[in-house]
């Protein structure tokens, strides 16, 4: 891997590379390492309530939404296909709902 360093950064690292005796690479390696260790944070000894452990317990499994638009999409497509499936019962509902309706009126 190539990083680019702006003069001032290079000659910094070799400095501090010099002093504790080690090539500026070395150098760059270990400080990288020790940056990107993971840093575990010490649990609390605090009781949690049963919410907030319930509540983590739905996140753990929960299922991701990737993509919101293509979620909306599908559900589009879902009720235009339950519509086209019911189409005719619509239909006939809203006869009778007409023809109730004016019925009722005087």
Known sequence: MVIR???????RIERAAKTQGITPSKFVEEMLKERLKAKRKPRAEEPVSEARRRLRELARYKKPILDFDAAVHRAKAAARQSYEDNA?????????FTQSSEGAAP
């Open 88 to 96: 005719e019962f619509i239909e006939l509902a809203a006869k009778r």
């Open 5 to 11: 360093l702006s003069p001032t950064m290079k000659r």
